[in-house]
């Protein structure tokens, strides 16, 4: 494909994302599919809840414009997206349920169908088929907004087999570890996107820059063609996103959308610089460019853990939302946040271009911005929560040193009556 027919293919995908959102924030309004304030989230008035729908269609009608998905795959899987869509948000979820699970088996089928005799060798068909159980996981999370952590996690953990099996694991390590590295690899990057979709455009707009990176990378250092295309299309129906979602959130992409995007930048890392026996720099790209979730996702977890508050339970204590107490509006804290990863990606090309021993010194240049922002941060984090924690424990004491108060004169008028 020369440069001109994929331009044109990333014009149209973005222009096909940006079309779908707008339409589903008139049907998310419609049939009351939305997200409401509550305590544990940062937004302030109720918005649209179908993002996810718009990115992950949109992206299968741009890989398909770019030849990477068959034509039949892609409308099995678009009408199968619609349907079960319809049925899950007008609250028929057994029958969501049957057509989630005949839309993945239907796209399966047709890829037994259109490669008999190379199978496994379509990678990114298959990847995308995991992509979908992904997404309608999160979706039915969207709408039930109560589904059990274990739940989730079951289903991110068979979304990574069939990617594992299929599109291939890190070949960097003896084969059992690099499995295993390759899966928790794809389970963290999963949440980790999840995680940071609590402030406009935050989530979107780093996978994007996160996509665009790797697209850039695979086109010209790592010379893989294929991962550069499905990268720049991510980019591409991300940009198209973003207006509806930054600064002023019309709608939100939810873990639908959220946990997709972890699951298709997880497997672009692990293609695009993983799969070679050779340990070199290069392995470090797609932790580095993928830095800022899991740097959140790390914060968050060790913070919630000092101040004894459960980890898989929202909250307002994200390296987002600090940023904000500490004087940035919400819109400047994401830009900021938007830099850091740019800035990120800039390093990480030079690192690649560098012998061991510059690479290194840019490597702690990343090491050292990122554990400064996080110290600056827990100070924050520690002002507002292991205070609230204290109070609790002191109010605690109060409460039972009042208990005991009241109880004692009762009980010595009790002795009184004896004597």
Not at 36 to 48: I, L, S, Y
Not at 102 to 120: D, F, R
Request: glycine share 6%; with cysteine.
């Amino acid at each position: 494909m020369n440069q001109s027919t994929l331009l044109l293919s990333l014009t149209i995908g973005a222009i096909i994302s940006f079309i779908i959102t707008r339409i589903l924030i008139k049907q998310a309004i419609r049939y009351n599919i939305v997200d409401k304030p509550r305590a544990d989230r940062f937004h302030t008035k109720t918005t649209a809840l179908m993002g996810g729908i718009a990115i992950v269609m949109s992206f299968i009608i741009g890989a398909t414009l770019l030849e990477i998905l068959p034509l039949l795959w892609s409308s099995i899987a678009v009408c199968g997206i619609t349907l079960s869509i319809y049925l899950l948000f007008n609250n028929k979820r057994r029958r969501a349920i049957a057509s989630c699970f005949i839309t993945v088996l239907l796209c399966t089928a047709s890829i037994l169908y259109l490669y008999p005799e190379n199978v496994v060798e379509n990678q990114y068909v298959w990847l995308f088929t995991g992509g979908l159980i992904i997404f309608f996981t999160g979706a039915f999370d969207d709408k039930s907004k109560a589904m059990e952590p274990k739940v989730k996690l079951f289903f991110q953990i068979v979304a990574g087999s069939i990617a594992i099996t299929v599109v291939g694991s890190a070949e960097f390590l003896p084969p059992v570890l690099s499995q295993l590295f390759t899966f928790f690899w794809i389970i963290g990057v999963i949440n980790a996107l999840n995680l940071i979709d609590n402030m406009n455009g935050l989530s979107p707009g780093v996978a994007a820059l996160i996509a665009l990176s790797f697209g850039i990378f695979a086109n010209i250092y790592f010379n893989n063609v294929e991962v550069a295309a499905v990268s720049l299309m991510l980019a591409a129906v991300l940009i198209g996103f973003l207006p509806n979602n930054f600064p002023n959130a019309r709608i939100f992409m939810g873990d639908s959308g959220s946990m997709f995007l972890g699951y298709i930048l997880s497997m672009i890392g692990v293609s695009l610089s993983w799969q070679t026996p050779e340990i070199n720099i290069g392995i470090l790209t797609p932790i580095l460019l993928i830095s800022y979730p899991i740097f959140d996702v790390t914060f968050v977890t060790i913070n919630r853990i000092r101040s004894g508050r459960p980890i898989y339970v929202g909250g307002k204590d994200h390296s987002s939302h600090l940023l904000v107490k500490y004087g940035l509006s919400p819109r400047n804290a994401v830009l900021l946040i938007y830099a850091l990863c740019t800035l990120t990606a800039f390093i990480t090309y030079y690192i690649n271009t560098l012998d061991f021993a510059y690479a290194s010194t840019a490597l702690s240049v990343i090491v050292f911005t990122f554990s400064i922002l996080g110290l600056m941060l827990t100070k924050l984090h520690d002002k507002e929560y292991m205070k609230k924690k204290n109070e609790t424990v002191i109010g605690q004491e109060s409460e039972d040193v009042t208990r005991i108060t009241s109880i004692t004169p009762n009980v010595s008028k009790k002795y009184r009556k004896v004597d």
